[in-house]
């Protein structure tokens, strides 16, 4: 097993106890269930992956709460990319990176989707720009990896339960080895040569 992989998975679990924004759950608890759910949906093994590892940009750099205290965005989906591409292609990378730009889009499209969001969710989703407009939303579901950054999505907001038995973050290990099998291009193996000389995919 990859090394990278092994460490994602320790990242998540060592700095996880936190609390989730101002969800009742940890940032672990958070991770397990987003993944737990599209398991049970029958995703495969990349969107498997995708979903535990969704929100690790909150765990890199800065306090989500004090930033949305502040009013700011802390473009979380885009602060841990650089650690998930040296590991996995776009199947695994892509659904994180827009997840936000997915609920925005969900926001426009589905009325009952706004209404549903939990409080933390809105607060949240002012910061990160609101509704997609037409134009926006147009150009996204064209995104080659919209529809799985849709699903993560949706599994995302289900994903805070205080109450929900999930199982513990080695049940993944599998997951994210397949995942990184199954995405990982010859450009980003830490042995070839573009990876060598510093090149990103
Ligand atoms: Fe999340």
Redesign the pocket.
């Known amino acids: 097993m990859s090394a990278g992989v092994e460490s994602l998975l320790a990242l998540l679990v060592s700095r996880g106890g936190g609390q989730y924004g101002y969800e009742p759950v940890s940032q672990l608890a ?1 991770a397990l269930q ?1 993944a737990s759910l599209a398991e049970a949906a029958g995703e495969g093994a990349p969107l498997v992956a995708a979903a535990l590892l ?2 690790l940009g909150h765990l890199v750099e800065g306090s989500e709460v004090e930033r949305l205290a502040r009013g700011e965005d802390d473009h979380h989906e885009l602060r841990a990319l650089r650690l998930l591409k040296r590991e996995f292609g776009a199947a695994v990378v892509e659904p994180v990176r827009l997840h936000v730009q997915a609920k925005r889009y969900l926001c426009a499209r589905e009325p009952d989707y706004l209404a549903a969001l939990s409080a933390a969710s809105r607060a949240s989703l002012a910061v990160q720009g609101g509704a997609m407009s037409a134009d926006e939303a147009a150009a996204f579901i064209r995104l080659p990896q919209a529809e799985a950054a849709l699903r993560l999505r949706r599994y ?1 907001d289900c ?1 805070k339960n205080p109450l929900a038995q999930s199982p513990d973050a080695g049940h993944f290990l599998p997951h994210l080895r397949q995942a990184q099998a199954e995405t990982r291009t010859a450009a980003t193996r830490p042995d070839s040569p573009s990876a060598q000389t510093g090149a990103t995919s």
């Open positions: 958070h987003t969704h929100d995302d994903a």
